[in-house]
Nanobody
Framework: QVQLVESGGGLVQPGGSLRLSCYVS????????MAWYRQVPGNTRELVAD???????NYADSVKGRFIASRDNAKNTVSLQMNSLKPEDTAVYYC??????????WGQGTQVTVSS
């Protein structure tokens, strides 16, 4: 069974950094595409970054140059390094896994708050 568990959220001041991690149980991680989404209450969930099974990354324009997604297939983990954080980055961040012909899994979400 596939489960995604995020960690690393919290409160940080503007300009600071946080690193989110998502551990994936099961044996499909190395074959799966992974992504990070975020959602603010009342808004739709938006894609922040995605990373293919081969490690190719893609970023939303709003985070380019500040966020870095990476994966460690040996540890079944995907990470999101967030630098130069802004108040508008405040959201619940979700880990997402896509596999095969439409299998999609989500983590429970982790809160990131950027505030002085």
């Amino acid at each position: 069974q596939v489960q995604l568990v995020e960690s690393g959220g919290g409160l940080v001041q503007p300009g600071g950094s946080l690193r989110l991690s998502c551990y994936v149980s099961g044996s499909i991680f190395s074959f799966a595409a992974m992504a990070w989404y975020r959602q603010v209450p009342g808004n739709t969930r938006e894609l922040v970054a995605d990373i293919t099974s081969g490690g190719t990354t893609n970023y939303a324009d709003s985070v380019k140059g500040r966020f870095i997604a990476s994966r460690d297939n040996a540890k079944n983990t995907v990470s999101l390094q967030m630098n130069s954080l802004k108040p508008e980055d405040t959201a619940v961040y979700y880990c997402n896994l896509r596999y095969g012909w439409g299998d999609v899994y989500w983590g429970q979400g982790t809160q990131v708050t950027v505030s002085s």
